[in-house]
């Protein structure tokens, strides 16, 4: 099981990124996928959630209105377009995936990718 996580870097407070986390290695389609996010120095976050069929999704109360989950089952990709960006939104984002689990908690996941930095200037 492999997750890519990219399109992090470095924006102006109010832009936009959008986050990738390309997976191969395993059914894309029979898995949650997750996005979660830690800041130095804070616990780990969850951001958002993603059914396997993308018809579920659930985010955080914080991003909530700025932040939108997809997926794209052909492609093996979810993503996350993050708008309106904050300084606090600062931090590495880890996208996860679990067959069994859909849920803000980092615990239930099984596998994860390795980070990609978002740092929002003010």
């Known amino acids: 099981v492999q997750l890519q996580a990219s399109g992090g870097g470095l924006v102006q407070a109010g832009g936009s990124l959008r986050l990738s986390c390309a997976a191969s290695?395993?059914?894309?389609?029979?898995?949650?996928i997750a996005w979660f996010r830690q800041a130095p120095g804070k616990e780990r976050e969850g951001v958002s959630c993603?059914?396997?069929?993308?018809?579920?999704?659930y985010y955080a109360e914080s991003v909530k209105g700025r932040f939108t989950i997809s997926r794209d089952n052909a492609k093996n990709t979810v993503y996350l377009q993050m708008n309106s960006l904050r300084p606090e939104d600062t931090a590495v984002y880890y996208c996860?995936?679990?067959?069994?689990?859909?849920?803000?908690?980092?615990?239930?996941?099984?596998?994860w990718g390795q980070g990609t930095q978002v740092t929002v200037s003010s």
């Open positions: 996860a995936a679990d067959p069994n689990n859909l849920s803000m908690s980092g615990s239930m996941y099984a596998y």
């Open positions: 290695g395993f059914t894309f389609d029979y898995y949650g």
């Open positions: 993603i059914s396997s069929s993308g018809g579920s999704t």
